[in-house]
């Protein structure tokens, strides 16, 4: 089994930035690719980014995309999202989620753990 942990969110004005960590329990992650989702209340949970095991593939949102930059460390098994110029419209609880394929995908369905996620507050 393998533990996902997200850390890193919090409260910040628009146009700031936050980096989000997600540190999984086992080598296996490095394995397989990883992912960033996050959903606002109400909302279904939404793709955010995406990379791959190696980490030379990666996809982003068309709603992030310039401003989001995700990352990994395999020898750390972790994994990052950097958030520049957030916006309101970014505050949501964030997810980090890993295993299943070497491929990064854009469905939550394509990924088998997931963190507890961690809450970005984007104030206006």
């Known amino acids: 089994q393998v533990q996902v942990v997200e850390s890193g969110g919090g409260l910040v004005q628009a146009g700031g930035s936050l980096r989000l960590s997600c540190a999984a329990s086992?080598?296996?992650?490095?394995?397989?690719?990883m992912g960033w989702f996050r959903q606002a209340p109400g909302q279904e949970r939404e793709f955010v980014a995406a990379?791959?095991?190696?980490?030379?593939?990666?996809y982003y949102a068309d709603s992030v995309k310039g401003r989001f930059t995700i990352s990994r460390d395999n020898a750390k098994n972790t994994a990052y999202l950097q958030m520049n110029s957030l916006k309101p419209e970014d505050t949501a609880v964030y997810y980090c989620?890993?295993?299943?394929?070497?491929?990064?995908?854009?469905?939550?369905?394509?990924?088998?753990?997931w963190g507890r996620g961690t809450q970005v507050t984007v104030s206006s």
């Open positions: 990379v791959s095991w190696g980490g030379g593939v990666t």
């Open positions: 989620a890993t295993g299943r394929a070497a491929v990064p995908g854009v469905h939550p369905h394509e990924y088998v753990y």
């Open positions: 086992r080598r296996t992650f490095n394995n397989y690719a």
